[in-house]
């Protein structure tokens, strides 16, 4: 059943991204397939409202843990791990930031980035997840980047989440670039 289930998510998923491509008019980028047992990049469309015209991107981070609200060594190297992985390529200032009026300022994408620490069998395990927010009408997103779980000592790991995270998220390090503006002076858009 389990097997089925996937499948049938899978298919669903994979309609629902085509349906998506085509209402935005994507085309297939034939030039470059994927690698062996590597999921194809997005097709290069034009660009959501939510990243369109950006300003500034920021970093907030909440983590949770059995005891309550971190705001210690765990919240500060996450932030700082998403802040310095999300400005490689980005055309705009990134910033981590806490959860304020510069969340809500014009032009500015937050990332929202959350962590829950839990046991499990007896060692910590962080689930995180980041979704990207816009204080702007029509800018939303429909779906935000899967969860990820990683042991609560292993750095590397965490790290490599982050990344895939991101790579997930953001328009520049989802390896091509769509057609559409990104910032206020891209240029008219791409055919």
């Known amino acids: 059943m389990a097997a089925g289930y996937r499948s049938g998510a899978g298919i669903a ?6 349906l998506l491509a085509a209402d935005a008019g994507a085309q297939p980028d034939a030039a470059s397939p ?13 660009i959501a409202p939510l990243w369109q015209d950006i300003t500034a991107l920021g970093v907030t981070c909440l983590v949770h843990t059995p005891r309550g609200i971190d705001t210690g060594a765990l919240h500060d190297r996450l932030c700082a791990a998403v802040a310095t992985q999300a400005a490689k390529g980005a055309p705009v200032p990134v910033a981590a930031a806490p959860l304020g009026s510069a969340t809500l300022a014009a032009g500015r994408v937050t990332l929202l980035v959350q962590a829950t ?6 060692a910590d395990a962080i689930a995180l997840t980041l979704r990207p927010f816009r204080n702007a009408t029509e800018s939303g997103q429909f779906f935000a980047a899967a969860p990820r779980i990683v042991a609560g000592g292993d750095a590397a790991a965490l790290d490599r989440a982050v990344a895939a995270l991101l790579a997930d998220t953001l328009p520049w390090q989802a390896g091509s670039r769509p057609r559409g503006r990104l910032l206020p002076n891209d240029g008219p858009p791409r055919s």
């Open 34 to 46: 994927p690698a062996a047992g590597q999921p194809a990049a997005p097709a290069a469309g034009n």
């Open 13 to 18: 998923a994979a309609s629902s991204l085509a």
């Open 117 to 122: 620490v839990m046991p499990v069998n007896g």
